[in-house]
Each structure stands twice: as C-alpha cells, then as structure tokens.
C-alpha cells in the first residue's frame, strides 16, 4: 500500500517526492524486517539454539534486501542526490530478472551450492534422513551424533541428531534423481505401452550411453559389434534388471517363511513429479500368522520436502485383515 499511495503522490506532484517520499517505503520495509528477526529471536527458548535450515535463501535473501538499501541510498545521496535519474530507474529494474535468476540457481541448488556442507539430522522414525545446510563441521571427524564425535566409518546410526560432511559424489544424487525422473517420463511418452521394468531398463541404457566413457570401451565396443555379441551397454542394463528381479524374488521367499509378521513398504524409493497430484504407496505384509489381524500406525513426516508447502500431512492405522497382504 505504501508504494502505491508513494507512485500517486509523485505522480501528483510533477514527479517531485512529497511528504512519503522514498523514506516512507524504506522505512517501512526495515520496519517488517527487524520485526521478522526480533521475533525469530525471542520465540527461541531458552536454553536452545535455532540453526538456519537452508542457507543458500538466506544468503540469497540476504544480500539482496542487504542491496537494495544500499542501491537506494547511492542514487538518492550520492550519484545525484535528491534526484532519480532516467538511467539509474532503469538499471534498477533491470535488477529485478536478476535477482529471479539467483532466485532460481538458489532453488535449483545449481554453483555456490557445493561449497554449502550439507547437514543431516536422523528423523523420529528410523531409516528418515532430514537434510539441511550448515557451516563445516570445527574438527576433523565427519559425524557428530548426541554431542560426541563419532568416525566417518562409523556403520551403525541409532536415532538421535546427525551431521555429516557430504563428499562431491553424494552431491551429484540430487540431480542424479532428477535426471532419471526426466528420462522415465520421457520414455513413458514415447513408449506408453511398455511395463515398467521395460521404461527402466531403456532409462538405465541411456543413462549409460551419455557417461563418458574411455578409449578402452569403444575398442570392446567395437569388437563387440563386429563379432556379432551385441551391444555392451544394453547388455549391462538388461542384465541389472534380472538381477534386481532375481534379489526381490529370493527376498520374498526368505521373508514368507519368517515366522514373526513384517510390515514395509513394496518398494524402497517412490519418486513423483511435483505436479502430479497424488501418490499411491503400497504396504505389503510378509511372514507371520496370516490369520491374525493386524493395525499399523503411519504418519507422514518433513524430508526435503515441507508439510503444507509441498505435500499434505496425513496420519492414520493400516488395518491388514486376516489373509490381507497388500494394502
């Protein structure tokens, strides 16, 4: 409201600053941002401590409200004081499509990002690892667990709070994911009438065609081709394939004679896209007395993504019945 009665008012005076001016704007602005932060400090308890949990939005938030005062007051004081001139009104504009872009290699987590050291926390339930950035951890130890120091090869997590210093190649995951995302989608669309399992061996195989590869391998692959035993590369994806069918297989047999009822997910990794409206996660229930009914508790817990912003909460009992296996 205030910039817009500010516009009317110059625009009412020949385009000469009145009783709001630009002061009133900035004031403003400063007003809601001590606000924001007093209240993020006084709402901590005390006796603990609130770390920032993604810091690439508040060094990009930061440092542009951090500008944009400083911007104002060079064009207003310094450059030519009193007076907006035409040039300095359009280079402002103009720092409006680049604060989008940082905007968006901050979100994309594209640069500066793998210089952040990531840090993780253990969820409430076990197997949840909940990722947020933070400063390098002070000594030389890679995980701090409960206040005490632990080895990186430390092997078993116990529930409790985490921080660990993520090497280059655990960074590369993120847009790993995203790449195979994009690559199953496309193929779903190209090949709408194919199994699952058929779009995931295509997508291992391009996956594996756009690696880089050395000289060693076209030679092999040459031979290959030449000798008339095919092509290495859907060799190598067809046969991941059956072996992660051959696993599930003797996984499953190993679990039906267990004599004590497990309740898991059929799957261990479910990926969407954000726009896709709804997931459907199946519950599968293995060994045990089949007979007995069975009452599962489930809630929905923040990873990455955020409850409300990014995905709905949602909380309830599974209920298997006698003989029910899959829900």
Known sequence: PEILLSVIEVCGHNFQAGDLGPSTIVGSAAFNMFIIIALCVYVVPDGEIRKIKHLRVFFVTAAWSIFAYTWLYMILSVFSPGVVEVWESLLTFFFFPICVVFAWVADRRLLFYKYVYKRYRAGKQRGMIIETEGERPSSKADIEMDGKVLNSHTEN???GSLVLEVDEKDQDDEEARRDMARILKELKQKHPEKEMEQLIELANYQVLSQQQKSRAFYRIQATRLMTGAGNILKRHAADQARKAVSMHEV???????????KIYFEQSTYQCLENCGTVALTIVRRGGDLTNTVFVD????DGTANAGSDYEFTE???VFKPGETQK
């Open 316 to 318: 309830g009992t599974v």
């Open 298 to 301: 489930f809630r929905t817990e």
């Open 251 to 261: 996984n499953n047999e190993a679990v039906e004679n267990d004599p004590i009822s």
């Open 157 to 159: 997590f116990l529930d």
